[in-house]
């Protein structure tokens, strides 16, 4: 299995976890876990763990496509190989 971590930052809005989760299974990935919270009531912040082993796109592409989803939806959406986000938060 070859998993990814996606994070989305934003004002809260309705439709944020739909619009993800729709744009993830259109690129045949499936959600593993996910946890989301409001901060501040007005803060939306999302993590979810992802199995991209059977992505039907490159990982570039489908980078760039939830960066445009993020960024026609006033969000930021990225998508990080699983490895790559554990040496960045390793203490």
């Known amino acids: ?8 930052l934003g004002s809260d809005r309705v439709g944020i976890i739909a619009a993800v989760s729709t744009r993830l299974a259109q690129h045949n990935i499936n959600i593993l876990d996910i946890t ?20 039907t796109a490159p990982f570039h592409e489908i980078k760039a496509d939830l960066a445009e989803l993020g ?5 930021s959406i990225r998508i990080q ?8 938060h390793k203490i």
């Open 36 to 55: 989301q919270t409001i901060m501040k009531g007005e803060v939306f912040v999302m993590i979810a763990l992802v199995d991209i082993e059977g992505a």
């Open 71 to 75: 960024a026609s939806m006033g969000l």
């Open 1 to 8: 299995m070859k998993r990814a971590i996606v994070t989305v």
């Open 81 to 88: 190989l699983e490895e790559i986000f554990n040496a960045m």
